[in-house]
């Protein structure tokens, strides 16, 4: 079946459970990815933008909401999609590169591929219609027909979705799910394809030898990134494209392997931190003309939702070492290009960690919004401190994020708590270079992801608290 009961995390790096989830909010659930399955085309406007549906209610779901809540959230969705509609023609094996980008097409690829996932699998199918050499590059195109196929590069346009979607299939193991994530795929422009070379997908990756933070901290202060802006909102390469081969070196600087479990955890935990300091400590930076305390970048944001979904992928794929390391690299490329598009706003995590201490327990200082408890005189640590009111903020932040009607605001808060629960233990430590230096890694810790999910809770409203429904910033940092 497309839809059954959602699987258990693959593995201890992929993302856990939340209690509240019970019987009957799995059913009203899975009812519901049917119905959008069947019932909405994956894009919900002629712009391309995307049916955030199944995203919305999986991540809330995985966070216990309630058969309600989840229901309610499907019917925002509902206002304003696009009814599915039958191809023009079915999609074989034989015609499969002949309609690749034609959104037209939606249909028929979805129901190609849950075909193929149906007879070979998640882990098989992945492997052979996005990281094979010949789902990429044609080493003999047809003379009329010259396009290459380069569905790494579709896998990964469109700010990251079809990756979202397709790793949501492979968090919960819903073939649904994964068939309309290729198909999404299928469908994507490959505009992207400059940051993978051909030679990726024929000869051996060898490993650099930086970390991860360690390169964002060459790219945050390269001079050739400084005045670029972007041009087209719908499309994040127009801007990078002219630096494809600048990018393209930092991304091969990267120390990470694929050799065992350890390794790949490793790798996993460099790109959540990568991408949560673009994100939250970029958006805290800002600009040096602006008054906002924090740009909650609507583009930057999918960095944060796209990279929960690395660890159920790179798990599936374990089989396939060489697909591990071309999702890994290629994510990191694309996670860069992302950065340098919009501006590459500052990174100073020593200003931004003095900035965010007020949401850490320990401040003493109860910033969450709304009435307020009255503890007991016998509370811990004592009945008049702002932790007795509030002992875990991250409570807090998943009782507003489930009934904040904004679909990306679930996903976001989702990932930073998995993360904060990997790797709140992690204490400061990071051995400094001159370029880390210059960025204040020697003062990131654990706390980071608290410190992000507070500021993004913030920025959008804590409307449980009877605080408005705001939005994302989308000017960018130029």
């Known amino acids: 079946p497309l839809f059954q009961t959602p699987q258990p995390p ?19 659930l899975l009812k519901l990815l049917e119905d959008n399955h069947c019932r909405w085309h994956i894009f919900f406007n002629y712009k391309r933008f995307h049916n955030h549906a199944a995203h919305h209610l999986l991540a ?12 309610s959230a499907y019917e925002t969705h509902c206002q304003y999609q696009r009814p599915a509609f039958d191809s023009p023609s079915n999609i074989t094996r034989h015609n499969f590169n002949e309609y690749l980008g034609d959104e037209r097409f939606y249909s028929a690829y ?48 469109g700010l990251f979705h079809p990756l979202i979607h397709t790793g949501y299939g492979a ?48 790219v945050a202060k390269d001079e050739q990134f400084e005045r670029i802006k972007s041009i087209d909102e719908t499309d994040v390469w127009t801007s990078a494209a002219s630096h494809d081969e600048a990018l393209r070196a930092y991304a091969e600087m990267w120390a990470f392997n694929v050799a065992n479990e350890e390794d790949i955890a490793e790798a996993v935990e460099e790109l959540a931190w990568l991408n949560a300091i673009i994100y939250g400590v970029g958006g805290m930076s800002g600009t040096k003309d602006d008054k906002k305390a924090f740009k909650a970048d609507f583009f930057l944001m999918h960095l944060v939702t796209s990279s929960i979904f690395l660890s159920s992928l790179v798990t599936s794929l374990y089989q396939n070492s060489r697909a591990q390391a071309l999702l890994l690299r290629s994510y990191f490329a694309v996670s860069l290009a992302n950065y340098v598009d919009r501006g590459c706003p500052d990174i100073d995590i020593a200003k931004f960690y003095s900035d965010t201490s007020l949401f850490l327990p320990s401040s003493g200082q109860d910033v969450i919004p709304g009435p ?62 001159d370029a880390e230096r210059s960025i204040g890694l020697g003062e990131l810790d654990g706390t980071l992801f608290l ?28």
């Open 171 to 218: 968090e919960f193991g819903l073939l649904g799910l994964s068939a309309e994530g290729l198909a999404m795929t299928a469908v994507h422009s490959a505009k992207g394809h400059h940051l993978l070379l051909p030679s990726y997908f024929s000869s051996p990756m060898k490993p650099g030898t930086l970390h991860a933070l360690s390169i964002l901290a060459l």
């Open 10 to 28: 693959l593995a201890s790096i992929c993302p856990q459970r939340w209690p509240g989830i019970d019987a009957e909010s799995t059913k009203v």
């Open 110 to 157: 979805m129901d190609f591929f849950a075909c193929e996932l149906g007879k070979k699998g998640f882990a098989r199918t992945l492997g052979e219609y996005i990281f094979a050499p010949s789902a990429n590059y044609i080493a003999e195109p047809h003379p009329e027909k010259t396009a290459h196929p380069e569905m790494l590069a579709r896998f990964f346009a």
């Open 372 to 433: 307020q408890p009255s503890p007991f005189k016998h509370t811990l640590p004592d009945s008049e401190s702002a932790e007795a009111q509030t002992p875990n903020p991250w409570l807090s932040v998943i009782q507003t994020t489930l009934v904040h009607p904004n679909e990306h605001l679930c996903k976001t808060q989702r990932t930073l708590a998995h993360f904060a629960s990997l790797y709140g233990l992690r204490g400061q430590g990071c051995k400094l270079g």
């Open 451 to 478: 410190r992000v999910a507070m500021l993004t809770a913030h920025r959008l409203g804590w409307m449980r608290e009877g605080e408005s429904e705001e939005e994302w910033d989308r000017e960018g940092f130029y």
């Open 60 to 71: 809330i779901w995985a966070m216990g909401a309630s058969a309600n809540i989840i229901l």
